[in-house]
């Protein structure tokens, strides 16, 4: 049988994955792709380091010129982190004439266009369907198979740890830096986790997904965005309280004046699909003009899910399909201009949560009342519990939900509520899902 030569580049946690898929399994991907995938180099920075795959000898070396070199490697799995030296390794593999699948969201991100670019123009593709919600096979459906529709919004659960992180914290009282180690242990947090937990993964996922279901050029650090770093437990109490758990949800809404991006922990209905998304899975609800409702769910973070999603790029390359999807792809195109303009955030809708700390003294809540009338806030439920007699405060939590009002509205009314005499502490607002 005909082999194709495979490089992986970044042996950690996802590459020990491909690295495993390739050799345990390699009579399936060869019945797939009607080729041996041959693993002919795996490239670390550490030859020291222990390894989760059992690589046959010589395979395993710190010298990338031994791919760079070699003619016969086609194909490089890159799954190096972050963005340098990642970014030169690519271009190298690049100019040696090499096709490259990826899992780095953060580096397409971030310099997908001159990537995207060089790529073009040397004649090779990049496949990066790992890099959007792990094994979840979200960049084919959208880019392909759900192509014949204009998307009209796209909401979802996009990173893995953080979703990890507020399941422990919800269902196993964990306390949050506790759920992060594990979530570090799992192999489901990226090297430096703040990116996870900032909401800056999910939104350079949701910066790639809006390119590719709406023209949208974006950039990620555009995309207002919060993350669950912030998240008291006491919200998650509230929020169940209320029939609502709370997720990080990343947001496309397509409107008549543009589209609509954001990052956020959000109230989500309880007993509604993103409502009930647990631990390291991730889900996107995507509605298309013709097909409807569309709901993805699996798996979006750890380390075969993950190289689930490599090899079957692997598989594309090898085969010649990566490379038809890829001179179609509109995506990072530096040629065809955006087909949505973004709206601005302030006149974005929505529900909001608000919690905060009041005196419990006659006339605060006819303030804070006054506060969201005079900005147009309309108030759906109030709840206020009596202080606790034992604890000897004054003060206690109010939390307010709205009916749907501006981003620039509700903002403007918790920043004069905050302002209040009688308001401690830090004003909480959280948007609700529709
Ligand atoms: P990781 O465990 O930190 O592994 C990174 C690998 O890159 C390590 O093997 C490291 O070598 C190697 N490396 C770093 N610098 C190198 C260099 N200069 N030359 C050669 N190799 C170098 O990361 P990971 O979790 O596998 O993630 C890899 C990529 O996949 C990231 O972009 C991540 O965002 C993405 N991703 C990860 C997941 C997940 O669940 N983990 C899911 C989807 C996407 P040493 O081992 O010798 O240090
Ligand atoms: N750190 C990422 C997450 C990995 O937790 O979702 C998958 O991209």
Not at 196 to 211: E, F, M, N, R, T
Not at 253 to 263: K, M, S
Not at 278 to 296: E, L, M, S, T
Request: proline share 4%; net charge negative; charged share 20%.
């Amino acid at each position: 049988m005909q082999r194709t030569k495979v490089a992986i580049v970044g042996m950690g946690t996802v590459g020990s994955g491909v690295a495993r898929l390739l050799l345990d399994h390699g009579d399936r991907t060869a019945r797939h792709a009607g080729r041996v995938l041959w693993l002919e180099k795996a490239v670390v920075r550490d030859l020291r380091k222990p390894r989760t795959a059992d690589l046959p000898a010589g395979v395993l070396t710190d010298d990338l010129q031994q791919v760079l070199r070699d003619p016969e490697i086609k194909v490089a799995a890159h799954l190096v982190g972050g963005l340098e030296p990642a970014r030169t390794i690519m271009l190298e593999l690049l100019h040696a004439g090499k096709d490259i699948v990826t899992a780095n969201k953060a580096l397409l991100a971030q310099h997908g266009a001159e990537l995207f670019d060089v790529a073009r123009k040397l004649g090779r593709s990049i496949a990066f369907e790992a890099s959007v919600a792990g094994g979840v096979p979200i960049i084919t459906n959208i880019s392909q198979c759900l192509s014949a529709n204009q998307i009209l919004s796209l909401e979802g659960i996009l990173n893995g740890t953080s979703n990890f992180i507020v399941t422990q914290m919800e269902n196993q009282g964990m306390a949050y830096d506790q759920a992060v180690r594990l979530a570090q242990e799992n192999g489901y947090a990226e090297a430096d986790p703040t990116m996870d937990v900032d909401g800056s993964d999910a939104a350079q996922k949701l910066a790639i997904l809006a390119h590719l279901a709406f023209g949208a050029r974006a950039h990620w650090e555009d995309i207002p965005r919060i993350g669950i770093d912030q998240l008291d437990p006491l919200d998650l109490q509230f929020a169940r309280h209320l029939g609502y758990r709370i997720k990080l949800l990343a947001s496309a809404h397509l409107g008549n004046t543009g589209l609509e991006l954001h990052v956020a922990p959000t109230l989500v209905r309880a007993g509604t699909p993103l409502a009930e998304v647990q631990d390291a899975f991730n889900a996107i609800r995507v509605i298309g003009d013709a097909v409807g409702p569309v709901f993805f769910h699996g798996l979006g973070a750890g380390q075969m899910p993950t190289a689930s999603a490599v090899v079957a790029d692997l598989i594309d390359t090898a085969v010649g399909r990566c490379k038809l999807t890829f001179q179609t792809l509109e995506l990072f195109s530096l040629v065809n201009p955006p087909r949505v303009h973004l709206r601005d955030a302030d006149d974005m809708p929505g529900r909001y949560y608000l919690r905060m700390h009041v005196d419990d003294t006659p006339g605060v809540l006819a303030k804070v009342t006054g506060a969201l009338g005079r900005h147009a806030v309309s108030i759906a439920s109030v709840i206020q519990h009596e202080p606790d007699q034992h604890a000897g405060k004054r003060s206690v939590p109010l939390v307010v939900m709205t009916h749907e009002a501006s981003e620039g509205a509700a903002s403007a009314a918790a920043e004069e509520i905050q302002t209040f005499a009688q308001t401690h502490g830090k004003l909480i607002r959280l948007r609700v899902k529709a």
